[in-house]
């Protein structure tokens, strides 16, 4: 299969995951990307049974609207009841990765994540171990930068 048809599997497979479980006051989460776009596309199959939406971008936003697809803000809304977005990348535990790179509209060049065993505590007479804890390294592409201070 192609990277396309992969992802157009992904996305048809969500759809079959999401439609029987549809109620009447689901919010669905909406992603963004080509795999979230696909999976845009197919919900506009049922659009019909969809209440509301929200959308991590407003690319993704527009694409619903498009369908016909109620989007509402997060902030309106109480609950999102299933999420469905693409990962960047996945490991055989089949432990995703998402890049971050969309919510700061910059380009991702490599995402890197450190996993960090938990220091060894004491507490009085107790001995134990703090939890252990992951670290995402993220590599911004040649010419993005994220502007922190919000000076730009």
């Excluded at 396309?4 to 963004?32: H, W």
């Amino acid at each position: 299969m192609t990277q396309d048809e992969l992802k157009q599997a992904v996305a048809e497979a969500a759809l079959d995951y999401v439609a029987p479980r549809l109620e009447d006051d689901c919010v669905l989460g909406i992603g963004t990307g080509s795999t979230a776009n696909r999976f845009i596309d197919c919900l506009a199959a049922i659009k019909g049974r969809i209440g509301a939406t929200v959308a991590s971008s407003e690319a993704s936003a527009e694409r619903l609207r498009s369908h016909a697809i109620p989007v509402y803000d997060l902030n309106t809304v109480n609950q999102v009841d299933f999420y469905i977005d693409g990962a960047d990348e996945s490991n055989r535990a089949l432990q995703l990765i998402k890049g971050g790179g969309g919510i700061f509209d910059v380009k991702v060049d490599g995402v890197q994540v450190v996993n960090y065993r938990g220091k060894n505590k004491r507490f009085g007479q107790t001995r134990g171990r703090r939890r252990d804890w992951k670290k995402a390294y993220v590599r911004l592409a040649e010419g993005s930068h994220i502007d922190f201070l919000g000076t730009e």
